[in-house]
């Protein structure tokens, strides 16, 4: 069964504003981690953030934050003030014990 | 310090040959994992270790795939008597740990072409 969910197969963004990329996830286990990653043009995996299920305050890293909504099971990516370098695939990410489990990512493009 | 390392960056094969991939972890990181991604797709896990606990194998897609790790260190991913479906990339991350906060840091990963 899918774990991670990302509905946004492809998401457009002006050059500075803001942009939310969605992530839903399914588990039964009450202590997880929650990551998100941006794989540019390039192929790499870059880590961007990460949010434990237990952590209280919403998790943040310079311009990404994480919109945790731990009833609701998402775990959104927020990225302020967009740059066109942020044009990529996101993936969100779920570890629950030893693995993870990967959304089908969402590609933002960041247009001028 | 060096991040992980995959080798070859490249790889072309026929169908039928056996091909081997190789993961140099970062030093220090108990935890290595295989991941599958095919083109325009998501990861796909494949296998994870975890120090010299028995390796988690639940997402290898069939007995022609195996992956061995010694200790710590150095892991490769094999493939038999490779398929054409099996040509995408192949990525490699480690982990300081296996716990929840366990960051995993990828490798630039090894694209196979089996022709």
């Known amino acids: 069964a899918q774990k991670i969910t990302q509905t946004q197969p492809g998401m457009f963004v002006q050059e500075k504003e803001a942009v939310t990329l969605d992530c839903t996830y399914d588990t039964s286990d009450q202590s997880y981690g929650l990551f998100w990653y941006k794989q540019p043009s390039s192929g790499e995996m870059i880590f961007l953030i990460y949010q434990g299920s237990y952590d209280e305050q919403n998790a943040t890293e310079g311009r990404y934050s994480l919109n945790f909504q731990k009833a609701r099971k998402s775990a959104n990516l927020v990225i302020s003030a967009s740059q066109l370098g942020d044009s990529a695939m996101y993936f969100c990410?779920?570890?629950?014990?030893?693995?993870?489990?990967f959304g089908a990512g969402t590609r933002l493009t960041v247009k001028p | 310090g060096a991040g992980v390392s995959q080798s070859p960056s490249n790889k072309v094969t026929e169908k039928g040959k056996d091909v081997e991939l190789r993961c140099d972890p970062i030093?220090?990181?108990?935890?290595l994992y295989w991941y599958r991604q095919r083109l325009g797709q998501g990861l796909e896990f494949l296998i994870y270790?975890?120090?010299?606990?028995?390796?988690?194998k639940s997402g290898l897609p069939s007995d022609r795939f195996s992956a061995e790790r010694t200790g710590e260190s150095v892991s490769t991913l094999t493939i038999q008597r490779t398929q054409q479906e099996d040509s995408a990339v192949y990525l490699c991350?480690?982990?300081?740990?296996?716990?929840?906060?366990?960051?995993?840091?990828f490798g630039p990963g090894t694209r196979l072409t089996v022709l």
């Open positions: 991350a480690s982990s300081p740990t296996s716990g929840r906060a366990g960051t995993q840091y």
């Open positions: 990410a779920m570890r629950e014990v030893g693995d993870m489990r």
């Open positions: 030093s220090g990181h108990t935890a």
């Open positions: 270790f975890q120090g010299n606990s028995a390796p988690d």
